[in-house]
């Protein structure tokens, strides 16, 4: 069974450039998490999505920052106009239902010079 | 919200047993408790989960009081690879209640040789 998958596991971006990371969950999951980590900081909870309904934005900025998981493909977290403090992993995890067991992608390392 | 408070880091070395105690005050009734191990680039990995009393998996167990007001990650013989960062989370279990779990910075296990 193939894991969380992301991709790309590394983007660079120039300021003002428009960052979007993908998601594939477990083959049957139908929730999705995005977290933001800073360097040496805990994960930070970004937005809770069902297919095709977002449940929890409150993590999110309330600019620049939207997500989706449509019925087909994977989940998109997208940053516009990005900035240097958007610099940092992202994480996305999958859960077959809404329990605790939250199985993670690899991240994606997001740069932005 | 619940928040957890745990250690910043701790020591061992190989073939010791690490426990790692995690305070939850504020826990409630229909709280579990679970812990993460995250590995530097990688994302978290699910350990174990448990509600009350102990609970042991092939990789660790989990020791709860009976006021769950903390709980205790045994690691038992710890090797080399042990060495990451690990997290303590309380939350729901049950649909649409992974939102509310909040990652603080977990303890960071060095074992030495």
New interface residues.
């Given amino acids: 069974n193939a894991g969380v998958m992301q991709n790309p596991r590394h983007l660079v971006r120039r300021r003002g450039q428009e960052a979007r990371l993908r998601c594939s969950p477990v083959k049957g999951h139908s929730h999705v998490y995005w977290y933001r980590q800073l360097p040496e900081e805990g994960l930070k909870f970004m937005v809770y999505l069902q297919k095709e309904n977002i449940i929890d934005e409150s993590g999110m900025p309330k600019e620049r920052f939207s997500a989706e998981f449509p019925k087909e493909g994977p989940s998109i977290l997208r940053i516009q106009q990005v900035v240097r403090g958007d610099s940092a992993a992202y994480f996305c995890a999958s859960s077959l239902w809404g329990n605790n067991e939250q199985f993670f992608g690899p991240g994606t390392r997001l740069t932005v010079l | 919200l619940a928040k957890t408070t745990q250690p910043i880091s701790m020591d061992s070395y190989e073939g010791q047993e690490v426990n790692i105690t995690c305070s939850h005050n504020n826990i409630a009734t229909n709280d ?1 408790i ?1 812990w993460y191990q995250q590995f530097p ?6 350990i174990i ?1 448990g509600y009350k009393t102990k609970v042991t998996n092939e990789v660790a167990s989990l020791f709860i009081p009976a006021d769950r007001k903390s709980s205790t990650l045994s690691l038992p013989r710890v090797s080399l690879s042990d060495t990451a960062v690990y ?1 303590c ?1 309380v ?1 729901a ?7 509310k ?6 303890t960071s296990l060095a074992v030495n040789p």
């Fill in positions: 579990y679970t680039s990688q994302g978290p990995r699910f989960q997290y989370l939350g279990s049950g649909a649409g209640n992974n939102r779990l909040i990652w603080g910075l977990g």
